[in-house]
């Protein structure tokens, strides 16, 4: 299928083609609707889905799987994917203390490099902030489909339901926009445009963060986008949120092009 624009990824000093990130895309939705249909049950499912079935979804185009999670998603509301994911939340925010002590303060970051000719940085970087302010949920979930549930809340936080990396499991958090005091990921002076937070638990843990940093350069948005994780994570899931990254960013771009476009 034909994109509005052209983009550039590079994972951890290596390029990567859009065809590839489309890629990892096709199979982790082909794992989530698999997931799905297993909780729901078949009832379920044909209920939401009354016009198709899950095999047919497998066989169907990436845009038609993206267009479908999101629906399912959005129809079954938060409380839906609450008692969806429950087990899965509460042994995941399990996992998350246990390995936070276990890294004794100790990070790992997981960072890529995107660049889209004919875009603005500032441009881009607004219309994101207002993702997140205006609280468009369908656009902020259609974005990965290892997204469940984001949404801002009425302090300003970002609550985050989604499976990051190569984690076997989904699990919540919350993003504060307005502190960065535990991130250890550098700010890069090259990069004058910032977005920042620090993941928390409800209680207020700290398990990590974002630092995402754009800037122009001829004629072009370069993007250095950046998750922390603490140490204790696998390697192996630190290299598969690359993936994600890639994955949601470039669809975030691409759904940004009638505003950050300059072209």
């Known amino acids: 299928m034909a994109e509005p624009i052209e983009i550039r990824a590079d994972l951890g000093g290596r390029r990567i083609t859009r065809d590839q990130v489309r890629a990892w895309e096709s199979r982790r939705a082909g794992a989530v609707l698999r997931k799905l249909a297993s909780r729901l049950g078949e009832r379920a499912v044909a209920e939401l889905l009354p016009d198709r079935t899950i095999a047919e979804l497998l066989a169907a185009p990436l845009a038609v799987q993206r267009v479908t999670l999101t629906d399912l998603k959005i129809r079954l509301g938060h409380a839906g994917i609450y008692a ?6 509460v042994r995941s925010e399990r ?3 246990v390995g936070l002590a276990m890294s004794r ?4 970051h997981s960072a890529i490099r995107l660049e889209v000719p004919g875009y603005s940085a500032e441009r881009f970087a607004t219309w994101f902030e207002n993702l997140v302010a205006d609280n468009r949920e369908a656009e902020m979930v259609d974005a990965c489909p290892d997204h469940y549930l984001l949404r801002g809340l009425p302090d300003g936080r970002q609550e985050v339901v989604e499976t990051t990396g190569g984690s076997p499991m989904p699990t919540r958090f919350l993003v504060d926009y307005t502190t960065t005091d535990a991130l250890t990921v550098p700010v890069d002076p090259r990069y004058p445009i910032q977005i920042a937070g620090q993941a928390v638990l409800d209680d207020g843990l700290v398990i990590g963060g974002v630092r995402h940093q754009f800037r122009d350069q001829d004629g072009a948005v370069n993007a250095l986008l950046t998750v922390q994780f603490p140490a204790s994570l696998p390697g192996r899931f630190i290299r598969q949120h690359r993936w994600h990254l890639a994955a949601e960013f470039s669809n975030w771009l691409i759904a940004a092009a009638p505003v950050a476009a300059t072209v």
């Open 84 to 89: 969806l994911l429950e087990r899965d939340l």
């Open 95 to 97: 996992m998350a203390r």
């Open 105 to 108: 303060g100790r990070t790992k």
